[in-house]
């Protein structure tokens, strides 16, 4: 766990209880990230993690990390849209195949230029960096 804490220090929360107790006992777990050590191992650790829960969607988001949601991006969008009043603007920030729902809703969307060219391809705009994005949403405010 020391070495996982080393390697991954850019994360906040480290869990050592197995990812099945923790789904059994925490019934709204918006989504999980695992780190898979071996680059190579994690198209494999894909492929159990879909036959051990297919209740959750499983993506993997890069090279060495597989990640699992409860329900669409993009289906919780529209229940995020659905409960706002008068007009709305929404941008969106994404990097991963699980964001595609939403770059495909969404007019004024944003992929990481880092992500695989199949996700770049959905997104409106792209971008080195989310401050960058923010950045000129704050310009565009203070211009309107």
């Not at 090279?63 to 969106?92: F, I, P, Q």
């Amino acid at each position: 766990m020391v070495r996982v804490m080393e390697t991954q220090a850019h994360l906040r929360h480290f869990s050592d209880e197995d990812l099945e107790d923790l789904l059994e006992r925490v019934l709204d777990v918006p989504g999980v990230s695992l780190y898979v050590w071996k680059d190579r191992d994690t198209s494999q650790v894909l492929t159990k993690a879909r036959r051990q829960a297919p209740d959750l969607l499983w993506h993997q988001t890069s090279h060495d990390y597989v990640e699992a949601c409860a329900s669409d991006k993009a289906r919780a969008l529209h229940v995020l849209l659905g409960s706002l009043t008068g007009d709305a603007a929404v941008s969106y920030v994404g990097d991963g195949p699980n964001d595609i729902p939403v770059f495909d809703v969404l007019a004024d969307t944003w992929c990481m230029d880092t992500a695989p060219a199949s996700v770049r391809s959905h997104a409106a705009n792209v971008t080195s960096g989310v401050s960058q994005v923010i950045e000129r949403k704050l310009e565009y405010v203070e211009k309107a």
